[in-house]
């Protein structure tokens, strides 16, 4: 895939949120919140809801607990209108509240918080990139499916802001409270991993890198 | 240099990189095969993780919101009662006890008083329906809503959605006043200084099939 596809996909693959709200908007519409409009609140929870879900669900392992922090941010922006300045994009100012929610479900007690398995991170070198190129596409997106679900929660959270929100550089590193190398490094580290799940993947399935290079 | 440009990739697979950093990347994938091969593997990514976003109804938790706004407004409401602690009995309150023979007089002669006044005022200020739309609110009686405002009446693709609608008319400052009528008309009342440039942003809109000046909100049939 060249630059050229590339620059194709952007209108049908970062731009799909047929309901993103613009700042100017969202201002409007808060201020009409502020005068307690359940009306223009019921269209931000309409514009918003559904990636709140999305995002809360890379998170957690629960539908329902997925749709009580959509209810949870929501029921803050009704509470707080004003708070937001138009400082960062509406959605990412919107995600930030959603995150702080997850973050504190996710630090509630009798919760296992998931990470990449060592053997993953640590037991093979990942210079060589034959097994990413070498599978097919069929077993690749498969493949890559599985090794994502893998990823420690921060690098999926990464994953998901940038390729499902579409979401810049800086925005990413607003959202998350660190430097925007970091958000650089963690895209690093998350291929990576992907690139040594692949690898353990297909020597657990028998193959070697090389036979399964000559297959493709 | 080439690392710098490795870590862009993502973001140039986002398409949200400024057009100088972009023409360098576009340069350099020409020029590097391994290149292609990350940008190959950040495009697939986006795609996967397009896929495997989770799917949910429009109104996801909406009710469940609702109905916490409802109780906290209800509760809200109860304690501002609780708070606010009987006022000492008056002269007049001591009067209009209910065993007092004044508290009846007074109720009769406000039943008289407000029989006259609805006989007097007629029905004509009474709106026998009322659209609710983003606020403020118009009525049947006043169908061209106030005097800095101005009516249109815009008709839909039938496959936009009700959020979708919501933001379009949000987007222009207006709010929906009436509709949908025979043709699957709906009327907007936008702020008058607004109604040039926010009929050109919605005629330009491919949601909307047509815009047009209205002068009033029919009644529903």
Partial sequence: ?216 | MHDELDSMLPWYANDTLDDRERAVIAQQLLLDPAMRREITFWNETAIHQRRSAAPAAEDIGLLRTLERIRRQTHMSASTKGNASSPPPPSGWSRWLRPDGWLRPAFACALLVVIAESAFLVGHVTQPDVTYRGATPAATLATPTVALEESLLSVVFDPATSEAEIRLLVASQSGWIVGGPGNGGEYYLAVPRDKVVSATDALRANHSIKQVMAATSVPRPQ
């Fill in chain 1, 1 to 216: 895939m060249g630059p050229n596809t590339n620059t194709s996909m952007k209108t049908a693959a970062f731009r799909d949120h047929a309901c993103d709200l613009d700042n100017a908007t969202a201002l409007y519409l808060l201020q009409r919140v502020s005068a307690k409009d359940q009306d223009a609140f019921v269209t931000i929870h309409r514009a918003m809801g559904r990636r709140v879900f999305a995002f809360a669900m890379r998170h957690l392992d629960s539908a329902e607990q997925a749709e009580e922090i959509v209810s949870d941010t929501m029921f803050e922006i009704w509470k707080y209108p004003q708070r937001f300045a138009g400082l960062s994009k509406f959605s990412t100012w919107v995600l930030g509240i959603a995150r702080h929610r997850i973050l504190d479900r996710l630090r509630a007690p009798n919760r296992t918080t998931e990470a990449l398995t060592s053997d993953i991170e640590d037991s093979v070198p990942s210079t060589d990139e034959s097994a990413y190129d070498g599978m097919a596409a069929l077993q690749r997106e498969g493949g890559v499916r599985s090794c994502m679900d893998k990823l420690s929660i921060q690098h999926r959270e990464c994953m998901h802001l940038v390729f499902y929100e579409g979401m810049p550089l800086g925005e990413v590193a607003r959202l998350q409270g660190c430097p925007e190398n970091t958000v650089k490094t963690r895209l690093f580290h998350a291929r990576r991993k992907i690139q040594n799940c692949l690898r353990l993947l297909l020597v657990g399935e028998g193959h070697t890198i090389s036979r399964v290079a000559t297959h493709a």
